[in-house]
């Protein structure tokens, strides 16, 4: 069951609380995800495990679910020898997976993975494929035509290292019938692949179909000036869900470094991000339930006084 208003008017009203990392809520229930496909192959071997990592962050806010789809695509299914018919069922049950744990109260962002993310290589955080707009639009139709199928309220295009890559999922989804927002993986104020952010965010400038535009799997302090270039461009809603702000040691195979975004840090930058037009507000990996939670709960406050509140704005 669907929430009783359409995504578009939920956003029209405020703040939306998005999940955060379903990878880590899923390690921490104990799952291995060091497969290629990553938190997708849970799709086919546990998908009870992602019921119960969308139902934690149901149960601590989250307004919004992203599916498990981010890294389920037609070709990295194949090479565990499944079909394409096999696969559009899989991506379906991404949503109804999310739908159900929703429970009526939260709508279902499909997620849509960067073409990196199926080569599984860190490419995601690189871009520059050396393939065209035309071979990427050809490789990420039949997903996107698949998830909007199983009737999400918005598709994430998310993750998303090239402004070259964002043309081509922007187009697509174009005739999906199903609004998107469009994400960027960013770093030292450029997209991964290198574009100014002004430039990369005018790709979805005037398109109809774009709900908001923003930033993801991003450090913290990345995010206030990617939401504000994002909105003064496309002069839409903002999202933004960046990482706890912890790095990955590739050689010693663990996190290091503290959180900058975490329970405590967190209401208070998404207050920022909030102020300069972002409406749509989450985390990415290592965010788990407990900073959802205090999303939530700042976001449920009333909304600021003119003059300011620290508090994000509330919902409708």
């Not at 900058?260 to 409406?279: D, E, I, Q, S, T």
Request: proline share 5%; charged share 20%; with cysteine.
């Amino acid at each position: 069951m669907a929430p009783d208003r359409t995504f578009g008017e939920a956003l029209a009203d405020g703040v939306l609380v998005l999940d955060g990392g379903l990878s880590n809520q899923l390690e921490a229930q104990g799952c291995a995800l060091s497969d290629a496909l990553w938190s997708a192959r849970l799709l086919a071997d546990a998908p009870e495990q992602i019921a119960a990592a969308h139902t934690a962050y149901v149960r601590a806010g989250a307004q919004v679910l992203i599916t498990a789809s981010y890294q389920a695509t037609f070709e990295g299914f194949a090479r565990r020898g499944l079909g394409r018919r096999e696969t559009a069922e899989l991506l379906r049950r991404s949503v109804a997976l999310a739908r159900a744990a929703g429970e009526g109260k939260a709508w279902v962002a499909a997620s849509v993975g960067p073409y990196g993310a199926m080569l599984a290589d860190g490419s995601e955080y690189r871009g520059r494929y050396g393939l065209s707009v035309r071979e990427l639009v050809a490789f990420h139709r039949p997903r996107v035509e698949a998830l909007a199928a199983a009737g999400p309220d918005v598709l994430a295009l998310e993750t998303v290292p090239d402004a070259v890559e964002a043309e081509a999922l922007l187009r697509a989804a174009e005739g999906c019938g199903v609004p998107v927002w469009l994400s960027y993986t960013v770093a030292g104020g450029r997209t991964r692949a290198g574009q100014g952010l002004a430039e990369a965010f005018a790709v979805a400038a005037g398109n109809a179909q774009v709900a908001a535009v923003g930033v993801n799997c991003c450090e913290p302090a990345e995010a206030a000036g990617a939401v504000a270039t994002a909105v003064a461009v496309t002069g839409r809603p903002a999202v933004v869900y960046p990482n706890s702000g912890e790095r990955w040691d590739a050689e010693a195979r663990g996190w290091r470094g503290a959180s900058g975004y975490g329970p405590a840090a967190a209401p208070a930058l998404a207050a920022g991000w909030a102020a300069a037009g972002a409406r749509l507000i989450g985390g990415c990996c290592r965010v788990g339930p407990e900073t959802v939670a205090a999303l939530a709960a700042a976001a449920a406050g009333p909304a600021p006084k003119a003059e300011g509140g620290g508090k994000m704005p509330g919902r409708g």
